[in-house]
Each structure stands twice: as C-alpha cells, then as structure tokens.
C-alpha cells in the first residue's frame, strides 16, 4: 500500500477522534505507534501531552478527563508498554471516567512468532473494557477510510455513554511506519457529513406508578436522610436541596459529592456525620428509617456500618447507570434515573413538611461537632494531620481544585473539612481506592489551569508515582502538592493489625526514611519542609503561587497520631451526648 494511502487511513481515524469530541491526547512514544502520534500531533484542534512514563500516562490521562469530563485518549506502542496502563484502567472502569485506550500492535503475521515487543494484545484489559477493537491493517480503498471514521466515532460514543468507561483499540501496522505529513487535504472527510458518526445518550423515565410508590414510602417516614457520595455532576445540587427541604430529610454529604464547597445553601447539609456515627449512644438516637443515596457509597466506614448493621433501614439508591453499587447489600430499591430528573420529578407531588425533631438533632450535633472540633484542634500545637486539613482549609484560595490521596488523606478530609462557602472542586480516585497514579492524575487535573489545583498526600503514595513529577516539568504544570510525611503506613495504626507488634513495623509501618527535597529538585520543583504552623500560614501566604512544581511537606509523628486523633473526636462525642441526652 502506497504512503499516502497509509497516512490518509490513519488520518481519518484520528481527525474523526476530534469531530467527535476528543480534544486532549496523551503520548507514551514508541516506534509501533509513530503513524498515530505523529498524525496526532499534526491535527490543528488536538492538544497533546507527552509522558515516557506509561503507568504514569495512564492516571495522567485519568486526571484530564476527570477534570474535562470528556473522553481523553492515551496512545502507546506494542508490548508491555500497554500492559503499564492498567491500573489507570481498572481506576477508570470504577470510577466511570471515559479513556480511549489506543495500542499499537505488530501486524498479524508477526504476532506469536517470538517477533520481538509482540504480546497478546486481543482483548488484554478484559472486562474492564466496554468495547474492544482489533482493528484491520490500513487500506486504500473509500470503504476503509469510513470504517477508520466509524470506529472512531463508535469508541467515542460508548465511552461517553452511561456508565462511562474505557474503549480499547488495537492498531496492527506494518512497516514503513512513516506518514506523509505534507499530503494535501490531510483532514478532508471526503463526506458532506461535519460528523460521520454522532451518537446520542437516551434518558430512561420513571412511570407514574413508580413515582407513587416511592412517593408513599416517604410519607410513612419522618426520620429519613439523603446521602450524597461520590459524584463528579454538580447539575443536581440545587435539586438535592430542595428535596431536602421538602422532605425534611438532612444531607450527609461526602467531600466528593461536591456538596461542601459552593456557593448553595449549607443548611441541612452534615459533613459531620463519620464522627458522630462512630459512637453508639449517637446512632441510637439519629439512626434513620429510610435513606436516599445518590452517588457511590461514601469514604465515611461508620456510615456503612450503621447501613450494613440495620437492614431494617430502607436504602433507595439512584443511579443513572443502573448499576449496582452497594456493598451493604441491603438496598431495597435501586432507581435508574438521572438524579437531577429524579429529585424534581419528586418535588412535583409531594407535600412540603415542616421541619422535624429527627431533623433538628442533626443539625444540633452538627453544630456543637464544628464548634467544639474548631476549639480543639487551635489548641493543638504539634503538626497533627486532622489540623493540616482545617489549616488547608482555610489557607486555599476561593476557588481552586482539590485532589487528595487515597488511604488516610481522604479519611482526615471527610472527618475535618467542614462546609464552605469556598468554590473548591474536590477530586480522589475512589473507583478502586488504590495509592498509585495520584501525582499523575492530580498533574492531570492541573492541566486545566482555570482554576489552581493542589494535592494532599500520604508518604508512601508520593513515593508510588514519583515519576509522575516529570510531567510537570514537562507540559510546564503548576501544582502545589502538601506532603503528609509520617515516614510510613499511617492508616495500619488504627486497624487491628497494630496490636501484633512483633512484624508491625515491617509488614505495615513500613518506614522509608526518604528524603524528598532530592527528587522534587530532580525534577526542578520546589521543596519546602515546614516545621510550624506558623510556616504552614506563611507559605500559604507567599509562595503557593508560583508557577511550577512546589511541594511543601509536612512531617506528622506516626506513634502519637492515633491516640490524638481518638482523644480529639472522643472529646467531641461527648459534647454532643451530653446535648442530645438534654434533649431527649
């Protein structure tokens, strides 16, 4: 096949990529995959990240289209180079994020041959992909170049429908490998068609009865809550409100569901609810009769463990998707519908209700939980990780970006990051909960320099995606990341395998003794260590707005952590018993 017939194949697929929607690519070179990336590089509406890393690629490409909520795709070449995107992959397919996953493959004729840099591709991310391509070799023929356009069109249409997820597409090419890139009408269609394939998502609809069921299980139900998880929409955060306030039903609200921060009315809306349901006496008295939860399952494990322990609870879970979500296992209803059309479509018939008692102890333990945790963290002098995130809190700007690492970093945000008035979009890769890829991803997130983005993170997940940090030096990022440096496995003290002392230090602890200023300058960022909360300010104050990579690490004491962190919250609970003991 001539060149130019090779190159105008490739080309349709790759501008068809555009028209549908695809504007962010993301590289990991190699030779297989030349046509692709060079063609790629050559398109005029395609902004494209270069990253030798391909696991860091991967969560690379994550955070772009997290951040974007578009489909982004990651191109790479045969071999293992694809088997390095997984993780990011298994993180996507969870957490519903779009991807396009393009691998380039040796022809078939040198596939199983022991031709070098050849794997078996066929179908490698198994069922963590929606749909899978071995795509023909190029051709020259017209039929060819709309099949190149469909494919393209088709990957970006189910990726982009409910649930959202990864395509995979395998490209076999032979050698030469060359495009011509001088070719004349490189991006002609060749159709009158400004799209050859647009899809369009259906929206499901609730039947009248449906409606009146539900309708009727509230109306027996004054002590009911709304749960709001994980949920990258913000479309129906106005909604939510008013449901709850015709309910009278209060929120709780994780920091991912995007509930905390805003503008909107805070009233009704708990960020509380993780301490005040790890004490029993304190269940006993807010434990609902029926919940409604949009979004995944919360971080917050006391939550889950009142609603697993009580099956007696009604659960009503919305999910557009119609998926399953619910570790509990106790759902009694699962609604596929969109959560914006859900909450009117109720609004519309049920009666407004004054505001209960049951609703009024909520927001009673709420308050004294702000006030009294407030006063007890500003008497804590040493550097303590649940005061990191209220000083964080307060020392971000009022609108920003917020990423935040998996294991103890998300756990210290849900406990104490309060509700604010701030705009601050919350981001965690909560699909599979793993601590690799996150500087990635938050590099990812950054790229979209609308808004700053900062990153809160553990030791040991810093240390995981090290070499993520060269993607900010090399697409010239500005990311502020605040290193919790407890020089080990913080969340392991507080599970029960701290009581086996003898193998706890190796086996979980695992102290690493880094230290991180040599890497952050290998990769020509900026380190500061602080020592004071005094320095914590200041830096907040001076130095977050530079452009480039800064990390400022905070160095937290591992072996005082935890009983400072149950005396805090036990001091808490107290308070709020003793209140809701008057009360009753």
């Avoid at 308050?367 to 040493?382: A, G, P, R």
């Amino acid at each position: 096949m001539s060149e130019d017939s090779f190159t105008r194949y490739v080309a349709s697929f790759v501008d068809e990529l555009s028209r549908a929607g695809v504007k962010q690519i993301v590289i990991s070179p190699g030779s297989r995959s030349t046509p692709l990336a060079m063609l790629m590089l050559e398109h005029p509406d395609l902004t494209s990240y270069i990253n030798i890393d391909e696991r860091s690629a991967g969560f690379f490409a994550l955070g772009l289209a997290k951040s974007g909520k578009k489909p982004v795709a990651l191109l790479c070449t045969s071999g293992t180079a694809a088997a390095n995107y997984y993780p990011a992959i298994v993180e996507a397919h969870y957490s519903r994020v779009p991807l396009l996953i393009l691998t380039a493959d040796r022809p078939h004729e040198l596939r199983d041959v022991g031709a070098p840099q050849a794997i078996n591709q066929i179908n490698m991310y198994g069922n963590y992909s929606k749909w899978f391509v071995d795509l023909s070799l190029p051709e020259s023929n017209d039929d060819m170049l709309r099949y190149s356009r469909t494919i393209a069109g088709r990957a970006v249409g189910i990726s982009s429908t409910n649930p959202q997820g990864v395509v995979h597409l395998n490209f076999p090419f032979r050698e030469p490998l060359i495009p011509n890139l001088k070719l004349q009408n490189l991006w002609d269609t060749h159709e009158n068609r400004k799209n050859y394939l647009h899809t369009t998502a259906g929206i499901t609809s609730l039947r009248e009865e449906d409606i009146q069921s539900i309708v009727e299980l509230f109306e027996s139900e004054q002590k009911g809550i709304i749960i709001c998880g994980d949920n990258q929409k913000t479309s129906y955060t106005e909604e939510v409100l008013l449901l709850s306030k015709c309910l009278s039903y209060p929120i709780l609200a994780d920091p991912l569901s995007q509930m905390r921060g805003g503008k909107h009315n805070k009233n009704g809306i708990i960020d509380s609810y993780d301490t005040l349901l790890k004490y029993p006496a304190i269940v006993d008295t807010l434990k609902p009769t029926i919940v409604i939860r949009f979004g995944a399952m919360p971080v917050s494990k006391p939550l889950m463990k009142m609603l697993k322990n009580n099956p007696d609870i009604k659960q009503i879970v919305v999910d557009s998707s119609g998926e399953y979500r619910d570790p509990t296992l106790n759902s009694s209803h699962l609604i596929s519908y969109e959560e914006e059309l859900f909450c009117k479509e109720l609004i519309k018939v049920l009666p407004k209700r004054n505001t209960s008692s049951y609703y009024e102890k909520w927001v009673l333990s709420q308050s004294i939980h702000d006030h009294t945790i407030e006063e007890s963290l500003e008497n804590i002098t040493e550097l303590f990780e649940g005061k990191v995130v209220q000083a964080l809190q307060k020392a971000l700007p009022n609108q920003c970006k917020l990423v935040v690492g998996n294991s103890m970093p998300i756990r210290d945000l849900d406990t104490f990051f309060r509700n604010t008035l701030k705009d601050i979009e919350f981001y965690c890769n909560r699909g599979a909960n793993g601590i690799d890829g996150v500087i990635s991803t938050a590099l990812g997130i950054s790229a979209d320099q609308s808004k700053p983005t900062f990153l809160l993170i553990g030791d040991l997940s810093f240390y995981h995606d090290l070499n993520g940090l060269l993607a900010a030096k090399m697409n010239k990022l500005n990311l502020t990341i605040i290193l919790v440096n407890n020089d080990g496995g913080g969340i392991f003290s507080f599970l029960p395998q701290s009581s086996e002392e003898k193998h706890f230090e190796r086996l979980y602890g695992t102290p690493t003794e880094l230290d991180y200023s040599k890497v952050v300058d290998m990769y020509g960022g900026d380190f500061k260590k602080i020592n004071s909360w005094e320095e914590f300010q200041s830096y907040f104050e001076q130095t977050w707005s530079n452009k480039g990579l800064k990390v400022l690490e905070v160095q937290t004491n591992r072996n005082t952590r935890v009983k400072v962190h149950r005396e805090l919250l036990d001091h808490v609970s107290q308070e709020i018993r003793k209140v809701l003991n008057d009360e009753n």
